[in-house]
């Protein structure tokens, strides 16, 4: 028998064991809270795996079969090289952020790992100048995890207000609860227990607080990571794909510098947001770049485009570029010499939000001290935007009496007996939240000249326009509130808001004024306004 028949004899009795015989890589959660302690503890002077701690399975060792060393690191050298680099870099590039200053100064441990916690959470999705303020503003009012547990999720909803994804704080809440009332007050130390024991930390956040925190040595893979893997290692097949973010997630593990797992993981989040970025990486500016197999494509490919070279480059290439190699880019979208490194890596087409329609009004009633008041209502507390407050909303109807009928029950429910007349159509605002495309058709309804309505059911409440702008409400209501306020449908007595008529407002001119402005407006070419006050 051949050496290459024995192997894939071997590799088929492999594939055809059954699932138990090979392993189970599900966690396991200690009965008590001895034995959690005591599962972290071994954890975390137990050297990571190369997976994570993630059982061999038969589908592994197929991938292992359908991989080329060209997307490994191959020996301690190579990966040594990468981690000095990155690193040295790093110390003098790294940006100055709250939470690094935090994490960096705050000795103890449970504040270190909170205030890390929180930064991570609030980046998902987010850029950091956009979470700069609110990290500042949260920990000012939170410092600590029993501040955040005392909390309400008001006061919560509130503070995130206009970060998005919002439930992010929500869990993060309820995760803060949890290490207060159930943890004694102390964040579980590995990424492992993390993971398993607070609600919303996920692979990525587990890790990164882990690391940064407390240390442990465990390797962290977000959208920057995956690019700059994906690129160094000229990976272009889709990195959310299950097969390769178990590869990314390995090379991440395989990487991170044990001396400094927490910098080495801001390091590699770094150098993907502010040099390898997506569209326009600044490759000369990369320390790892004498690593970076997609630049050495790059190179290659300019190489045989400039014919400078008689036959092949000598430059290293994936073994099995057949279209069999399931990291290479695929067959469907092979290499683009106008993208250089950015065809590493190629991302699948995302799908479209769906799209939804939805009637939403503003209510407006003279305030008792002069100044005007806004109807507001409480979302429920599951699903989209929960607990957040908004003006009465409902499902878009497909005619426009139907609209305005289930529009006006709706308020009625709320603020009881209303003047139908008063109900107008002001636009639209068209929001797209993670998944969903909603376009709210804006209606207006001010309330002059009537008693106000002082009690109103539970779930609803009136706020000045000032308390509007720092209630929790999303920020698609306040680009429903930007149009209302454009349109102004109508002032309440006693409004500070400026007088602006609406078009149908304005008085009707005479007919004999009608006749003047008919004749001259077609030679009317500068002050029309001139033209009239003459005409009289």
Known sequence: ????????????????????????GHRRQAASQE????????????????????ARQPEEVVLQASVSPYHLFRDVAEVTAFRRS?????????????????AE??????????????????????????????????????????????????EVNQLWAGLGY???GRRLQEGARKVVEELGGHMPRTAETLQQLLPGVGRYTAGAIASIAFGQATGVVDGNVARVLCRVRAIGADPSSTLVSQRLWGLAQQLVDPARPGDFNQAAMELGATVCTPQRPLCSQCPVQSLCR?????????LLASRSLSGNPD?????????????????????????????FPRKASRKPPREESSATCVVEQPGALGGAQILLVQRPNSGLLAGLWEFPSVTWEPSEQLQRKALLQELQRWAGPLPATRLRHLGEVVHTFSHIKLTYQVYGLALEGQTPVTTVPAGARWLTQEEFHTAAVSTAMKKVFR?????????????????????????KPCMGQQVLDNFFRPHISTDASNLNSAAQ
């Not at 594939?15 to 090979?22: I, T």
């Not at 034995?35 to 993630?54: T, V, Y």
């Not at 504040?111 to 930064?119: D, H």
């Not at 290499?335 to 950015?342: A, E, I, K, R, S």
């Open 315 to 343: 430059v290293e290439e994936c073994a099995l570029n057949t279209g069999q190699c399931q990291l290479c880019l695929p067959a469907s979208e092979p290499w683009d010499q106008t993208l250089g490194v950015v065809n």
């Open 1 to 24: 028998m051949t050496p290459l028949v024995s192997r894939l004899s071997r590799l088929w009795a492999i594939m055809r064991k059954p699932r138990a015989a090979v392993g189970s």
């Open 166 to 168: 919002y439930s992010r």
């Open 483 to 507: 149009v209302y306020q454009g349109q102004q449908p109508g002032t309440c007595k006693g409004s500070k808001r400026s007088q602006v008529s609406s078009p149908c407002s304005r008085k």
């Open 86 to 102: 990155l690193l040295s870099w790093y110390d003098q590039e790294k940006r100055d952020l709250p939470w690094r200053r935090r």
């Open 35 to 54: 034995g959690r302690q005591k599962h972290a503890k071994s954890n975390s002077q137990a050297k990571p795996s190369a997976c994570d701690g993630l």
């Open 105 to 154: 100064d705050e000795v103890d441990p449970d504040r270190r790992a909170y205030a890390v916690w929180v930064s991570e959470v609030m980046l998902q999705q987010t850029q950091v100048a956009t979470v700069i303020n609110y990290y500042t503003g949260w920990m000012q009012k939170w410092p600590t995890l029993q501040d955040l547990a005392s909390a309400s999720l008001e």
């Open 294 to 302: 997609a630049r050495q494509r790059v190179e290659r490919e300019q």
